[in-house]
């Protein structure tokens, strides 16, 4: 009797001892999923790190432009376009100097003042009032007061353009773009230019100008590629 309640124990301590090994026992590593890359179907340009400033919309290419008196910085929404995507650029002017400035706006209906120009190629600007009127306005910012513009572009030009350029300034619909009197700008480096021009307020009145007119200028550049 006693040889089997000896027995018995013996069978217990074993099957406690295993079960505890078990539990003690590191479970094996799950292995992680893999990481499948995005076939966008055409090779991405690349890009220097200092290029491309993030956060939660994406700035591209941003450009900082100063004289003594303004700031004006310039950036677009994505680092390369296809010919399904309008181009957008953002530019934003900041008064850095101690007087204050003045710059056309134009037309009333104006979303971008005529005092900024920026061209990009050949393709069409779309920024252009879809109203002109004979109001001729003026903005101002006085030191530290800054401001800011979206200007749009279709990766199309006039397939038979002529002296009085497009005819078109409003039109962010892709679109309109598909019919005979428009073909794609080729694909690539898309190079251009800004122009940002003012002047320096005298006293309270916004038409009393002090000289001549003072100027922002330089180059912006984006990519196009097919797709």
């Not at 002017?93 to 209906?109: P, R």
């Not at 109203?131 to 306005?137: A, K, P």
Request: aromatic share 10%; hydrophobic share 40%.
């Amino acid at each position: 009797m006693k040889t089997k309640i000896i027995a018995i124990l013996f069978v217990l301590i074993m099957a406690l001892t295993a079960i505890g090994c078990a539990a003690n026992r590191t479970p094996p590593p799950t292995a992680a999923p893999p990481v499948l890359e995005e076939d966008n179907g055409y090779d991405t340009p690349d890009y220097e790190e200092n290029d491309i400033i993030d956060n939660e919309w994406g700035i591209y290419g941003l450009t900082e432009l100063y004289d003594e008196n303004v700031m004006v910085t310039i950036s677009h929404d994505r680092p390369y376009y296809t010919h399904s995507q309008i181009v957008r650029f953002t530019v934003g002017v900041v008064n850095i100097g101690e007087e204050a400035i003045v710059f056309q706006q134009g037309s009333g209906s104006n979303v971008v003042p005529d005092a900024l120009r920026v061209s990009l190629g050949e393709m069409t600007p779309l920024y252009r009032p879809a109203i002109q009127t004979m109001d001729l306005q003026y903005m101002t910012l006085e030191p530290g007061e800054s401001t800011e513009f979206v200007l749009t572009f279709a990766p199309y030009m006039q397939a038979e353009p002529d002296e009085f350029g497009p005819i078109v300034g409003f039109v962010d619909d892709l679109e309109f773009f598909q019919n005979e009197d428009w073909v794609q700008v080729e694909a690539g480096e898309i190079t251009g230019s800004l122009n940002f021009g003012y002047h320096l307020r005298v006293g309270d009145d916004l038409f009393a100008h002090e000289g001549d007119g003072l100027a922002v200028l330089g180059d912006i550049s984006i990519m196009l590629v097919e797709g």
